[in-house]
């Protein structure tokens, strides 16, 4: 399974990017799929998690109700579109196959794309 993630690169506050994840492997609607990200000098933190079919979706409180993510299994792509940025969403983005919170539940990972929100 290999994963890239894309879309990254440099946002006023306030706007919007979405990011892209291609899923090269394994059939991709039997997975769940997840973002995380890492900022500066920080541990990697959950941002949200889609079932295989994208029927559910869960977000960390700290983007509830500013990111969606969203998944197009027909074109083995996961979204995760950002809205409101915030300075402090500043991070390398990674998204992972798996499922909820814990990187311990996620078996592949893509490279990561770096988003920088400047206020």
């Known amino acids: 399974v290999q994963l890239q993630a894309s879309g990254g690169g440099l946002v006023q506050a306030g706007g919007s990017l979405r990011l892209s994840c291609t899923f090269d492997?394994?059939?991709?609607?039997?997975?769940?799929m997840g973002w995380f990200r890492q900022a500066p000098g920080k541990e990697r933190e959950f941002v949200g998690w889609?079932?295989?079919?994208?029927?559910?979706?869960y977000y960390a409180d700290s983007v509830k109700g500013r990111f969606t993510i969203s998944r197009d299994n027909a074109k083995n792509t996961l979204f995760l579109q950002m809205s409101s940025l915030k300075p402090e969403d500043t991070a390398v983005y990674y998204c992972?196959?798996?499922?909820?919170?814990?990187?311990?539940?996620?078996?592949?990972w893509g490279q990561g794309t770096l988003v920088t929100v400047s206020s």
């Open positions: 992972g196959q798996g499922y909820g919170s814990r990187e311990l539940n996620y078996d592949y």
């Open positions: 492997g394994r059939t991709f609607n039997r997975y769940h």
């Open positions: 889609i079932t295989a079919s994208g029927g559910e979706v």
